[in-house]
Nanobody, 122 residues
Framework: QVQLVESGGGLVQAGGSLSLSCAASGSIFSMDVMAWYRQAPGKQRELVATITDGGRTNYADSVKGRFTVSRDNAKNTMSLQMNSLNAEDTAVYYC????????????????WGQGTLVTVSS
């Protein structure tokens, strides 16, 4: 079973940048979708970005043009480069790995990291 560990969170001023990393204990090669989610205080967890095993990416409207997701299957890692951060980006960021039944949206595996806190000061 794949286990995920996030790192790179911290305190940054508005307008600054942070890079988050997600390290997998096992191979992520078979995980067809890797994703970053976030949960701000008092709010529901929301999807930030996804990247498929083929490298196709998708972003929440709120982070488009500012965040970049990437994955390295050989190193079993995923990253999230966050630029032009603002106070609304303050949240716990979670790494997620998904394996779907081929051709469906049914998740056969759904693995989560423990989260890393990003705080943006205004």
């Amino acid at each position: 079973q794949v286990q995920l560990v996030e790192s790179g969170g911290g305190l940054v001023q508005a307008g600054g940048s942070l890079s988050l990393s997600c390290a997998a204990s096992g191979s992520i090669f078979s995980m067809d979708v890797m994703a970053w989610y976030r949960q701000a205080p008092g709010k529901q967890r929301e999807l930030v970005a996804t990247i498929t095993d083929g490298g196709r990416t998708n972003y929440a409207d709120s982070v488009k043009g500012r965040f970049t997701v990437s994955r390295d299957n050989a190193k079993n890692t995923m990253s999230l480069q966050m630029n032009s951060l603002n106070a609304e980006d303050t949240a716990v960021y979670y790494c997620n790995a998904q394996l779907h039944r081929p051709g469906t949206s049914v998740r056969l595996l759904d693995v989560w990291g423990q989260g890393t806190l990003v705080t943006v000061s205004s």
